[in-house]
């Protein structure tokens, strides 16, 4: 099994700036892609940036230019870097990885239990 633990959310003012972290740990053979999805209230969960283990890198586009997002495959952390926050940024942000398990050498996709982000005008 894969264990995804997601940091760094909180209230903000809008402009401000927060960081996401997330760290995977358990039966990982590789990390394949990893990223961040969103899903705000009464809305369906969007991709938000995603990056591969070259470190391409894509975003939606209400996020580019704004959020970064960074892994570090050694530690197995991938972190979102959030500035110029509008109020509509607000939403749970979920931790997203394609892992292929150890054992199995099955790929499986693995949530993060969310971290709320809240930006206020």
């Known amino acids: 099994q894969v264990q995804l633990m997601e940091s760094g959310g909180g209230l903000v003012q809008a402009g401000g700036s927060l960081r996401l972290s997330c760290a995977a740990s358990?039966?990982?053979?590789?990390?394949?892609?990893m990223g961040w999805y969103r899903q705000a209230p009464g809305k369906q969960r969007e991709l938000v940036a995603v990056i591969t283990s070259g470190g391409s890198a894509n975003y939606a586009d209400s996020v580019n230019g704004r959020f970064t997002i960074s892994r570090d495959n050694a530690k197995k952390t991938v972190s979102l870097q959030m500035s110029s926050l509008k109020p509509e940024d607000t939403a749970v942000y979920y931790c997203?990885?394609?892992?292929?398990?150890?054992?199995?050498?099955?790929?499986?996709?693995?949530w993060g239990q969310g971290t709320q982000v809240t930006v206020s005008s």
């Open positions: 358990g039966s990982i053979f590789r990390l394949n892609v």
């Open positions: 997203y990885v394609e892992a292929v398990n150890t054992w199995s050498l099955r790929q499986g996709d693995y």
